[in-house]
């Protein structure tokens, strides 16, 4: 960054704003290891109890859940306090790396002010995200309970509903916030990232249960073998394997078992299957062979993995398709959007019938997420199938959605790839400082970061393109499978990769505990 005031960003006037804004203070020296599992685990509790806290004054019935095909993808839990989950904060990350990588903000991420000023004005878009998120969907989707309207109206005569509303939003704000001063304390007290972890924790328990849960679909109604029989995988398999005839399996049983909803057995292999296949893409790298400059025979390898960018590309391109939906809804059956000139009631951006969450038609239907192979294989194949969707689609326009899924799964994370590394110190040049001030060096170059770039230019970027590809491939041919406990399959995805992570983290932060030297090259305080 320039010397001259005048050559600042024009972020810079922000910082009166920014400094006052409530966040986690950064430790001032090293937080053992102990420490920081245990803030870990602490906030894992908290986020689980805040999934449990249902929204005061809000009624049970009416309501309608905009991102409830992104729930185990967003780490929320509906109408809870949790509801928004982390939509706003990536939400407003996308925001700014967009700008960013556009060159529309010009900020040097390298520069410690520059870089306090960014992540300053992204906490400013969080809040602002917090409010366009949850007052379209209070005002539009939430319905308050009537005992809490009659309360509100004994405050403010004839308004009470408004004002009952009104309540429901800050708690949406108080809890959403909360969120995102959680993923701060992760991120400097503990191991990893918040947002990661709550996603993880999110997609685990909805494994768990859509896998082992023994009650029956319907809890108000006892269970049979005809059209309630246990919700989870393992139970209901058991349940209808030894309450089924012979005749009864041959005559429609094992397709209810191995492909029908819930969660059928064939998404319960799915899921074991997208869980190798990512445990091993992740274990995939090319390891550049490191040398200390000042300890002869001391040697190491700086390791660039497949998945290079980790997950985060997928976590961002869930959000930005997660806003699609819950925005083409707004302007398809919010009375306050209709009127929108073009967007407004415009069946070509997606259209809705009453009381659905998901498209009918238009462009939101191609972006919206595909679930399983009950989705879109099975009505491909068969007309009954293809009747029960509910649709009016032909297996073209079925076909046509699964390949502009993918297709825009895979170059969105491609995008965000490329601007995570930038935005992250992982191009090429940090990387070459970084591993040039841990006194380290490729044998047989000369010790130069401007020769270690080089070096490192020749992997890095095409690695962050392939890592986008895989992980917006691996995200899509999940979803095509189908998981239990519509985890989808892009949640599973992103589970296992943050497991994997955490432990590799895990290792990192024992080893720096053992051995402090090593502090300096893997970046810790």
């Known amino acids: 960054m320039a010397e001259g005031d005048e ?55 009416g309501g309608v859940d905009l991102f409830a095909q992104y729930r185990a993808i967003l780490a929320g839990a509906q109408f809870s306090l949790m509801h928004l989950g982390i939509g706003p904060i990536v939400t407003g990350s996308i925001i700014m790396q967009l700008f960013t990588g556009a060159k529309i903000i010009k900020l040097n991420l390298k520069n410690d002010e520059d870089k306090a000023v960014y992540q300053g004005t992204q906490k400013m878009l969080v809040l602002i995200m917090i409010v366009v998120e949850s007052v379209p969907q209070v005002y539009g989707f939430m319905v ?55 996603i993880a924790a999110g997609v685990a328990q909805q494994i768990f249960t859509g896998s082992l849960n023994w009650h029956p679909v319907d809890n108000t109604a006892p269970i049979s073998i005809d059209d309630n029989p246990p919700a989870g995988t393992i139970p209901k398999t058991i349940y209808l394997f030894h309450h089924m005839s012979a005749s009864q399996l041959s005559g429609g049983g094992y397709e209810r078992i191995f492909l029908a909803q819930p969660n059928p057995m064939v998404a319960l292999i799915g899921t074991i299957a997208i869980f190798l296949f990512v445990a091993y893409t992740e274990s995939s790298r090319i390891e550049l062979p490191l040398a200390h400059g000042g300890a002869r025979g001391a040697r190491g ?35 306050s959007f209709q009127n929108v000139p073009l967007l407004g009631g415009n069946w070509m951006l997606g259209y809705y019938s009453e009381g659905a969450t998901r498209p009918d038609g238009g462009l939101a239907y191609y972006l919206s997420t595909v679930n399983g192979l009950g989705d ?25 959605h699964v390949i502009v899924y993918v297709i825009i799964m895979i170059l969105g994370s491609i995008l965000f790839a490329r601007f995570w590394i930038e935005t992250t110190n992982m191009g090429p040049e940090a ?53 239990v406990g519509n985890a989808s399959g892009t949640g599973v995805l992103l589970a296992v990769g943050i497991m994997i992570q955490l432990y590799d983290a895990i290792g990192r932060e024992q080893m720096m505990e053992m051995h402090p030297v090593l502090r300096g090259f893997f970046g810790g305080e």
């Open 431 to 483: 990387v070459a400082t970084q591993i040039e001030s841990s006194g380290m060096q490729i044998p047989g170059f000369r010790r130069d970061p401007r020769v270690l770039k080089r070096v490192l230019e020749r992997y890095i970027p095409v690695v962050t393109i392939i890592s986008g590809a895989t992980v917006g491939g691996l995200a899509a041919g999940a979803d095509l499978i189908g998981t």
């Open 376 to 400: 879109w294989l099975l009505p491909m194949l068969s007309n009954q199938y293809l009747d029960a969707t509910g649709l009016d689609k032909t297996r073209l326009q079925i076909g046509i």
């Open 7 to 61: 050559d600042k960003s024009m972020l810079y006037k922000l910082k009166p704003v920014i400094d006052r804004l409530p966040a986690v203070v950064r430790p001032e020296g090293h937080v053992h290891f102990r420490t920081k599992m245990t803030w870990v685990v602490f906030i894992l509790v908290l986020y689980f109890a805040m999934t449990n806290i249902v929204i005061y004054g809000l009624s049970q019935e």
């Open 144 to 198: 308050p309970s009537e005992k809490f309207i009659g309360g509100m109206d004994g405050v403010w005569a004839d308004h009470g509903d408004q004002l009952a509303k009104f309540v429901i939003v800050l708690q949406l704000i108080v809890g959403s916030y909360l969120v995102f001063l959680m993923d701060e304390v992760v991120s400097k007290w503990g191991i990893g990232s918040g947002i990661s972890l709550f």
């Open 301 to 335: 390898r700086y390791p660039i993995k497949l998945i290079y960018a980790s997950n985060i590309p997928v976590i961002l391109m869930a959000a930005l398709l997660a806003n699609v939906s819950m925005f083409s809804m707004l302007f398809w059956s919010h009375p």
